[in-house]
């Protein structure tokens, strides 16, 4: 337990100085050391997010603005949604674990391009900065989707700067796809062929493709509204000749695949995870993989299901229901494989495991609602109200965030070389199921009732739902501050772990934990497929049970 | 009914020029369709107790309609984020029965007058019927106020109703498949009406130039939704027409205009002249306002040759043949009771010969 077990690794530095130790960090182009720079920072703007959240479950305790004012109200909403969904949401998979993992899972030296990399690092936080400096100078109150004219013409607040924190982390977004796509196609070990890529993978390359073909849209969407606002170039605002409803084919022509960009990963996550526990291979691999692809080209045919009630002809509403119900497949897919995986495997419930297992469950209700907002005609009535804040927050939260946290345990003792507290893990990711439900099953009740979202004050008929998702949340945030102090700790007090405590297959459990800054000794080859887990795991782990074994 | 959001409010214009604020009264059992726009940034109309909701754009106009089954209360929202007070731009639904609607819409409170503008004041129901009063029709003042812009702003001086006009005639415009100089058809709905309004050159109608002005900046959305109702209102698709509305009970309706018939009324008529006459009077256009139904603007004329007529002031006269001459010639002259001073004056406009025509055919109109 002695700080001497760990070999030397990517962590450590020959530095002399604190300056140069610094620099080593910040100049760096190792992309495990690049995953660590936005782990911490990626992290930072979770947790401001979080607070933002707060502040707004709390004024909703009840039914009257007592809180703050409504303007205030407003930009913490705001807030909340700009930063979960650009600084957290998007990249927090990719940039983290992608990064992390998908040179060493391919048995690669480091990303194509490494110095891109970091210049991609540089971005996300240069973005963010603009976004906290919109924030501290007065906030912005155009809520996460910018609805035109109202941010063109009529807020008055930091929309600008807001705006092009929104833009320039999505170069950031753009050229980690880039890198990906790359590396992927150009940098496998031998014997790496596609078929024996880990399921994480292709779920970053479809990820990726999606980057960076639909961030560019958004790009010009913000841009063009920024010219409105500064130049008044009729664009968007009828009042000087422009289209309304043009932003938003442009934005959702985005943030829907968007939306996928912060799923997929988290897919990919599961995959690993889900087949790791059970210690068998993944139920019908190429299905996975290529649901991966699917989604993320229908991705791109269903943004007009955000714009039912915009006033867009019934006609193509029907059609883009109709897709978004074929959307539905391809995630079904997934979740009938994952199930199939845990038939007859060895099931172990170590944290990452039961993070999965959430996930798996949410995900179904998430995904469950969002074919019922696929149906116009309930759409109709839902859509702008709780209902389909219940929705994203379950596919969002329930999904992508169960699998980031999932996949931080999985990993962790990789990153860091050390095991976190198991029993404190498990207590936690109870805490968070339980806290997540709380707080957004309530919601999807409201909503039905026709409670709309954004609203400051709002009847009292609602309050008892609003309090129970208060009460919910705060079980939820308690839930997401035990893992920082356990991890925390851990890195001083953990065991360490060796190289692969998870009896993993894979090509970063083959490898010291940390890794060293060059990650392979040797170039791999690879012989096998993904996940080869003996055929007859389950029977030799029961044969080998005993009372506090490994798994 | 017309529907104005603006940050933050919701303003309703009912068909008979009452207006009200984030309130929205509405028969039971009738279809009532809101045609809606907004002043400022994109709102949404939600009412969660009839599972609808339209989002209102500036520029453009949305419809919902919906059927209330129930007499009752319900939250109104504005479900699409708007600003500042966002939460606050709410408002009931009231759901009442066909009479209690009819008795609201006479309330006093905020009035869309014929000029446009609004004031506060109170709504007479047109006193000569007794059935309900529902959609668009002539004696909708949102109708009236959008004639006198049509005139006031020269729409009239292109748009001859007859025809051959610079513009084309907007009869049975609204409503009806339109052939643009492209060769394109376009159904006139409320839009293509709005647009062709604001920005004719658009979508020009075949065998028309494109010279009529841009209004777009020059109206505001309350004459636009008058405009509109005027052109909804003289084409025959326009709106429920008050025959197909069903009759509710017998109202307590208010004084009567004309005195009941003296047995003298009626009288002898040339016939000849009188047919000509009622082709004047349709091709005038009188008989849009003096509809036979007692709905118009004007009062019905049948019955009227040699009865006594209640006139503003109180006195009242029999309708002999001068007293009809002068009234088509000068009708402010004697404004009868219950009626606005509104009507053209045909001085100088008509022969000698069709004003004798069309005495003779008001001659032979009998009960
Ligand atoms: C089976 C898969 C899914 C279907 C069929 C689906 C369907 C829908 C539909 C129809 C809406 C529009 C609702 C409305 O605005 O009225 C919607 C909203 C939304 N969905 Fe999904 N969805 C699915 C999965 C996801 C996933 C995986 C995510 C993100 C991880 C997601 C995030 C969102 C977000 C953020 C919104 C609302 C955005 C906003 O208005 O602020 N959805 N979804
Ligand atoms: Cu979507």
Known sequence: MSTSAIPQNYTSTRADSATEWIKSWLLTVDHKRIAILYLLSINFFFLLGGLAASLVRVELVTPQGDLMTADMYNRMFTLHGVIMVFFFLIPAIPA?????????????????????????????????????????????????????????????????????????????????????????????????????LPLFIWANYATSLIQILATPVLGIALLLVMVERVWRVGIFDPA???????????????????????????????????????????????????????????????????????????????????????????????????????????????????????FIGLFIIGGLTGIFLGVVAVDIHVTDTYFVVAHFHYVMVGGTIMAYLGGIHYWWPKMTGRMYNEAWGAISALVVFVGFNMTFFPQFVMGYLGMPRRYHVYPEEFQIYHVLSTA???????????????????????????????????????IAS???????DQTPVVTEEAYAYPEDAAAQDSDSWQAGSHL | ????????????????????????????????????????????????????????????YTSLWFEATKPGEYHLFCAEYCGTEHSLMIGTVIVMSLNEYQAWLTTPGDVIMPDGSIQAGQVLLN????????????????????EQLFTSLGCAGCHVEAGGGTGPSLRNVFGYT?????????????????????????????????????????ISDDQLNQLLA??????????????????????????????????????????????????????????????????????????????QVALADGSSITADAAYLQESILNSAAKVVKDYNPIMPVYQGQLKDDEVRQLVEYIKSLTE
């Open chain 1, 514 to 520: 940390p890794p060293p800054t060059h990650n392979f």
């Open chain 1, 472 to 510: 919910g949340a705060s079980i939820l945030g308690l839930g997401f501050i035990i893992p920082i102090i356990y991890l925390t700790l851990s890195l001083f007090v953990g065991k360490v772990a060796g190289p692969n405590p998870w009896a993993a297959t894979g090509l970063e459990w083959s």
């Open chain 2, 230 to 307: 005027y052109i909804v209102s003289i084409s025959n698709r326009g709106g429920n027409a008050p025959a197909s509305v069903p009759v509710a009970e017998p109202q307590p309706s208010p004084a009567p205009t004309s005195v009941p018939a003296p047995p003298s009324a009626g009288g002898p008529f040339d016939a000849d002249l009188a047919t000509k006459g009622e082709q004047l009077f349709n091709n005038l256009g009188c008989v849009a306002c003096h509809q036979d139904s007692g709905l118009g603007l004007g009062p019905r004329l049948r019955g009227l040759y040699n009865r």
């Open chain 1, 96 to 196: 983290v674990m992608g990064n992390f993992l998908v040179p060493l899972m391919i048995g690669a030296r480091d990303l194509a391009f490494p110095r891109l990399n970091l210049l991609s690092w540089y971005l996300y936080m240069g973005g963010g900065v603009f976004a906290l400096v919109a924030a501290i100078t007065g906030g912005v109150d155009t809520g996460w989707t910018f609805y035109t004219p109202f941010s063109s013409s009529y807020s008055n607040s930091n929309v600008i700067l807001t705006m092009s924190g929104a833009f320039i982390m999505g170069f950031s977004s753009i050229l980690t796809g880039l890198n990906f796509i790359v590396t992927i196609h150009k940098m496998r070990a031998p014997g790496m062929t596609w078929f024996r």
């Open chain 2, 1 to 60: 009914m017309y529907v104005i959001g603006k940050q933050w409010m919701w303003h309703v214009q009912h068909a008979n020029g009452k207006r009200e604020n984030n309130e929205l009264h509405v028969p039971i059992g009738q279809p009532v369709r809101l045609i809606m726009t907004s002043q400022d940034v994109i709102h949404s109309f939600y009412i969660p107790a009839f599972r609808i909701k339209q989002d209102v754009l500036p520029g453009r």
């Open chain 2, 178 to 218: 339109q052939t643009l100089a492209d060769g394109s058809t376009v159904l006139a709905d409320e839009n293509y009406i709005r647009t062709s309004i604001l920005t004719s050159m658009k979508q020009i109608v075949q065998g028309y130039q494109p010279v009529m002005p841009v209004y777009e900046g020059q």
């Open chain 1, 240 to 358: 000087l000749g422009g289209d309304p409803l043009l932003f938003q084919h442009l934005f959702w022509f985005y943030s829907h695949p968007a939306v996928y960009i912060m799923i997929l990963p988290a897919m990919g996550v599961i995959s690993e995870l889900i087949s790791a526990f059970s210690r068998k291979r993944i139920f019908g691999y190429e299905f996975i993989a290529f649901s991966s692809i699917a989604i993320a080209v229908l991705g791109f045919l269903v943004w007009g299901h955000h714009m039912f009630v915009s006033s867009q002809s019934v006609y193509s509403g029907l059609v883009f229901s109709f897709i978004t119900m074929l959307v539905a497949i391809p995630s079904a897919i997934k979740v009938f494989n994952w199930t199939a995986t845990l038939y007859k495997g060895s099931i172990s419930y170590r944290t990452p495991m039961l993070y999965a297992l959430g």
């Open chain 2, 127 to 146: 006193p000569n019927t007794s059935g309900p009063q529902l959609g668009p029709s002539l004696s909708d003042p949102m109708a009236v106020a959008g």
